[in-house]
């Protein structure tokens, strides 16, 4: 098993240089994927070749840490063995080559990391032209359209955005292939995203999450404890305006709506998140809600102009295998871009005790693992493309069961509280909305719809989650599915501490799996 997880890892980083790069390793730092027929078609024969030899290991002689790594690596082999014939055909990897630019960039300090990063580069214009060449043989052949409006996000907002970012770090020749990237991608045929349909959906959430539930049944689970948040909205909206006398859902709506109005109001946008940084510390030391390492740090800093078109804050994870690189939470400069109503509830799930101290810790815990599958595609900017979302029910659920876990030590106003509870809301509308979307069973504007009335959504927001479901089925869905695994495997134990440590060390594992089999959490 130790060689075949060390050949496994090897190669795959080996497949995916850009990989390597979001673990803090230097190998293949130089260089961009091959995305040529003939290399792709390799990738499917190693691929095949590591699913047989992981399926015809004898579980029984497996270590509970080998059966772990064995899982992470089906579920990922599984997933790319079935995605293949549309997976690098599509314009979603189109923004890759850049962000992989800008992971790079964050992390490096000395001037060889900087002209590695320039080498990489070099290599954008080849990687755009095989993208362009898959793609199109994709839409000759009727395989797959791409999205209308996923295309003219790229086209009118994210490809400027990163010419104008190449050429500020002198880029020239990457920044003319994606102005010529752009030229090609605006007269692409498109369609509307459809739905990924009831077999479809039934494969992807047993191949790559491992759930053997009915959509139904997680639809109908999620529905109940919607309702139960929605109580808890009206209750804690009650209290946060006495004088408004809040007795339903849509006084409470009309709460959220009104305080989301206000933006932050000092350009000191970093000053302003490490007040909430600093105060959850506090929290959960006082409250020994983790055994908090001395040295802990968050680094916070601010988010690139490209990435802070699509989100206003973000954790960067601590790269796992340089123990000399920090994590940071990143924030937009922008100050009209952040909504004080959600800054603490953003604060506690990217920083801490959610995104930033998991990576944080992983890294004290696996950066001198030889071969750390568990960690394959997990950062975001590797996992959106790929459209493989395992590894987030454990590091979504984590932030999200976070949030539950600063609410219950007191750690937020009532006002905060709101919008935590709000958050809750969202995550569990999720479950409902993109299962059913992805099924064919609900249309976008259904789902606007439903978030809007039942998760207090404004209307603008709802049309963005409801094409983000379209565009990246079940990615959504983690966040409550992986957090409800989590506290049911918290409420298991007498020791919070102690269960948060043992949890986190673990890594990105799927919570799930370890709550149906208690042998995966022992040792």
């Known amino acids: 098993m130790q060689q075949l997880r060390q050949e496994f890892f090897d190669g795959y980083i ?123 043989a994709a839409i000759a052949s009727r395989l797959r359209l791409p999205d209308t409006t996923l295309r003219d996000f790229f086209v009118s907002t994210q490809l400027p955005a990163a010419i104008e970012s190449l050429r500020s770090m002198g880029y020239e020749d990457a920044a003319a292939a994606y102005e010529r990237h752009g030229a090609w991608m605006a007269e692409l045929e498109t369609a509307d995203m459809r739905s990924i349909g009831p077999q479809e959906l039934r494969t992807r959430l047993r191949l790559m999450l491992g759930i053997e539930e009915e959509p139904e049944a997680l639809v109908a689970q999620a529905g109940e404890d919607l309702a139960e948040i929605q109580e808890d909205i009206v209750r804690v909206a009650a209290a946060a305006a006495p004088r408004r006398a809040i007795r339903d859902l849509s006084g409470a709506r009309q709460l959220a709506f009104e305080m989301q109005q206000v933006k932050l109001d000092t350009d000191d946008v970093i000053g302003f998140f490490r007040a909430y940084v600093t105060r ?158 992805a099924a064919g069973t609900m249309s976008q504007d259904e789902v606007q719809q439903l978030l809007m009335r039942e998760a207090c959504m404004a209307r603008g927001a709802a049309w963005l989650e409801a094409r983000r479901y379209a565009q990246a089925p079940l990615q959504a869905s983690t966040y409550h599915l992986g957090r409800k695994a989590i506290d049911a495997l918290a409420a298991e134990s007498d020791d919070l501490a102690a269960f948060h440590e043992r949890f986190l060390s673990l890594g990105p594992v799927d919570p799930r799996a370890l709550l149906q089999d208690p042998r995966l959490r022992a040792g």
């Open 14 to 136: 080996g497949l995916h240089p850009e990989e390597a790069t979001t673990l803090g390793l230097t190998e293949g730092a130089e260089r961009l994927r091959d995305h040529r027929p003939e290399a792709l078609d390799a990738e499917q024969r190693w691929l095949s070749a590591m699913k047989a030899r992981l399926d015809a290991l004898d579980e029984a002689s497996l270590s509970v840490d080998e059966r772990l790594d064995r899982l992470s690596m089906q579920r990922l082999v599984d997933h790319h063995l079935h995605a293949m014939p549309w997976l690098y055909r599509t314009i979603d990897f189109s923004m890759y080559p850049y962000a992989m630019l800008e992971v790079q960039l964050l992390h490096a300090v000395s001037a060889e990391e900087k002209a590695v990063a320039s080498q990489r580069a070099r290599q954008v214009p080849r990687f755009l032209e095989q993208q362009a060449t898959n793609v199109d």
């Open 280 to 437: 959850a510390t506090a929290v959960v030391r006082e409250q020994r809600l983790f055994d908090l390492p001395d040295d802990y740090v968050m680094g916070i800093d601010i988010l690139p102009r490209s990435m802070a078109l699509a989100v206003a804050a973000g954790n960067w994870p601590a790269p796992l295998k340089d123990r000399s690189k920090l994590g940071h939470y990143l924030v937009a400069a922008d100050p009209q871009l952040h909504l004080v109503a959600w800054a603490a509830d953003g604060a506690v799930h990217e920083g801490l005790p959610g995104h930033h101290l998991q990576s944080f810790l992983w890294q004290r815990r696996f950066a001198d693992e030889p071969a750390p599958v568990r960690f394959l595609v997990v950062h975001d900017h590797v996992a959106i493309p790929r459209h493989f979302w395992a590894p987030m029910l454990n590091i979504e659920g984590w932030a999200v069961y976070a949030e539950e876990l600063m609410r219950k030590a007191g750690f937020f106003t009532p006002d905060e509280e709101l919008f935590v509870l709000l958050a809750h809301a969202v995550r569990a509308a999720r479950v409902v909305c993109d299962m059913s979307l």
